[in-house]
């Protein structure tokens, strides 16, 4: 109880701290004075000083933070400086589910990809199978995510458009499930297969040498001695034992690519998801919304980091009292 | 000097020896740019939309009438594929692709290199600091670390280029300019220093209860002494495994910020930049987006395969 009652407190300290970072990165950098930029090119001293004072810029740094998050968090009121009136809140709100569909596609492909992949590089480690599958791998992680989007939208928008294979591709953008489920399905497997290549890189090799390490515990010789097969072996012994760093990693990268980590994607695409609307908060230098969506980020990832703590502790009782978890391999890129 | 354990087990490698040959390739090819633009005569940087261009004996315009059936707009030239001006062909503002190409790679493997470093030698301050000292101080700098990691790595540094990038900034007696390449390598730097920071503060924690550094703390040593005599030197393999693999994803978060416009600013140009470029004409002349996309791509890979391959040097048989 209170190791859950630490890492909450250490949670809590995690969001303030990027809360603040935020905060003073946009305030505390020379050149970036809001008001002026509110009151747009060629605006007079007076226009300037009466958005400075309406806005609240005139006061503290304390109080203008204060105010911000009792805005966002407490009254979820707080409105756009761009688009003068518009609740960031709700925007957040509404772009949650374009990227949660985007990243949720893409999970299905790198978890089954990476299975197969990782699983069939441990078998044949060392062989032909092995040495492809690991090449292929690295040049996956190695291929920048927007370049290799506007490859697949330059083959299945324009050039194979008309061909048998890239025929069902619907034009860029987002179709809500609501409206079509098959057009959902179509809009989003695309931009969810650029998004998982470079996941399966990381994490069928992650795997592949997981299972090697699985393969030489005492458990799995006390299997193999015990007569089981080789489905047995892999399937339920191996798999199992090296499952457990997949699985915390599996959620930090989850989480990231929901906070907004998917924006590059989401931009190439034409997705209005998190990280679209964060990019169009940083391009208009929106702080209200950029303090929005980078919240809700790191709202996921801390919480998807105390998941994958329990979630260690309970899988693995060997664990105790370890704090933070195993984080391992490449950050996501997308 | 000792042999390095992971470059003694890299070395005579195939993929090894692929990944030096691009790289050394690579950086030759970035720094004979300039030969390469005036032995064909072309300026990479300036705009040439009126501009002709000896094709198959003739002269024609660098800037073609569109083919479309209304003759509406102009399409710059294609790839001729053969040396000389504009083999590769002309980008929107009609300026050459391949020398454009040169250019870009100059800024994207400088951009990424000096990142690399910077993020290395901070990564390796934070995570001495924080392995030898122990106690408070190592709380502090791995909250701090964590922070920065609960933070998408590409919204951290879009972020903070957005609010840089492209002002004139002052701090005290120091400016940077608005197309300086400072703020781009500092900003990179800094993104991915949790990430290095972390294997080294691991890596120097289990060092601490090693005999030789217990054996030098009996012995009296400093802890300046134990830090520049006993822990960087054995830190030496960790840092060289991670080298190649950081400055990988440097020159991919290089590239993502200049095709955002974020990083690299114009007249200068990197391969994300000119992706960015191409990204207009990628229906008409995909040429311009594809060949600095595959240059990115060649290049992250041979720096991946050398990572992995020093990785190897000093991973255990079993694990390979």
């Keep these: 109880m209170r190791g859950v009652l630490s890492r909450l407190g250490q949670t809590l300290f995690v969001l303030f701290g990027i809360s603040v970072l935020v905060f003073a990165v946009f305030f505390a950098t020379p050149g970036s004075d809001p008001s002026a930029r509110i009151a747009g090119r060629g605006a007079s001293e007076e226009t300037i000083a009466r958005i400075r004072h309406e806005y609240g810029f005139d006061r503290g740094l304390v109080a203008r933070y204060l105010s911000m998050m009792d805005h966002l968090f407490l009254s979820r ?181 929901l906070g907004g980590g998917a924006l590059l994607t989401e931009v190439v695409f034409a997705l209005p998801g998190v990280g679209h609307l964060t990019y169009q908060g940083l391009s208009t230098l929106d702080l209200p919304l950029i303090m929005a969506t980078v919240m809700y980020s790191a709202f996921f990832v801390v919480i998807a980091n105390v998941l994958v703590d329990g979630l260690y502790r309970l899988l693995d009782p060997r664990i105790g009292s370890r704090s933070g978890t195993a984080a391992r391999g490449g950050r996501s890129h997308g | 000097m000792r042999v390095s354990l992971a470059w003694r087990g890299a070395i005579g490698r195939p993929s090894v020896l692929f990944a030096c040959i691009v790289l050394v390739g690579l950086c030759l090819s970035a720094c004979l740019a300039p030969f390469y633009a005036q032995g064909v005569g072309v300026d990479p940087f300036a705009s040439n939309l009126a501009g002709s261009v000896m094709r198959d004996g003739r002269v024609v315009d660098v800037m073609q009438p569109n083919d479309n059936p209304l003759h509406l707009g102009l399409t710059p030239i294609g790839p001729s594929w053969r040396w000389g001006a504009y083999s590769l062909g002309a980008d929107s503002q009609g300026r050459d692709v391949a020398a454009r190409l040169l250019y870009g790679g100059r800024s994207s493997l400088l951009i990424a290199g000096a990142s690399a470093c910077l993020c290395l030698v901070l990564a390796t301050g934070c995570g001495m600091v924080a392995g030898v000292f122990g106690g408070w101080i190592d709380t502090v700098l791995s909250r701090l670390l964590d922070i920065l990691w609960a933070v998408p790595v590409y919204l951290f540094a879009i972020s903070l280029s957005v609010v840089t990038v492209g002002h004139d900034l002052r701090f005290g007696p120091f400016h940077i300019g608005a197309d300086s390449f400072l703020l781009p390598i500092g900003i990179i730097a800094l993104i991915y220093v949790p990430y290095a920071a972390r294997p080294i503060r691991a890596r120097t924690r289990s060092l601490m209860t090693s005999g030789f550094v217990l054996a030098a703390q009996g012995l009296g040593a400093s802890p300046v002494r134990i830090v520049l005599k006993e822990i960087l030197p054995s830190l030496i393999d960790t840092l060289l495994v991670l080298a190649p693999l950081i400055m990988a994803l440097c020159l991919l978060a290089e590239s993502a910020l200049s095709f955002l416009s974020l990083g690299v600013q114009a007249p200068a140009a990197s391969w994300g930049s000119l992706i960015h470029d191409g990204e207009g004409l990628i229906y008409s002349r995909p040429v311009v987006a594809i060949a600095p996309g595959l240059a990115i791509v060649l290049t992250v890979l041979a720096l991946n395969m050398l990572g992995e391959a020093l990785q190897n040097g000093v991973r255990p048989m079993r694990t390979r």
Excluded at chain 1, 155 to 162: M, N
Aim: glycine residues 10%; contains cysteine; charged residues 10%.
């Design chain 1, 77 to 257: 009121d707080l409105t756009s400086y761009v688009n003068h009136g518009q609740n960031v809140v709700a925007e957040v709100f509404h772009a949650a589910p374009v990227t949660l569909s985007l990243v949720s596609w893409a999970a299905l492909f790198w978890v089954g990809g990476a299975l197969v992949t990782g699983m069939l590089a441990a078998c044949f480690a060392g062989r032909w199978p092995d040495r492809l599958l690991s090449g292929l791998g690295i040049l996956g992680l190695s291929v920048p995510v927007f370049w290799l989007g506007e490859m697949v939208n330059l083959l299945s928008q324009s050039r194979f458009h008309d061909t048998m294979l890239f025929r069902w591709v619907p034009a860029l953008g987002y179709i809500p499930p609501g409206i079509s489920l098959t057009g959902w399905a179509k809009c989003l497997i695309l931009p969810a297969l650029t998004l998982s290549i470079a996941f399966i890189g990381i994490y069928g090799r992650i795997l592949r040498s997981d299972l090697l390490a699985a393969m030489q515990e005492d458990a799995l010789r006390t299997a193999r001695a015990k007569g089981a097969g080789p489905v047995r072996l892999w399937v339920f012994h191996a798999l199992r034992l090296s499952g457990l760093s997949v699985v915390s990693l599996f959620g930090l990268d989850f989480a990231q690519l």
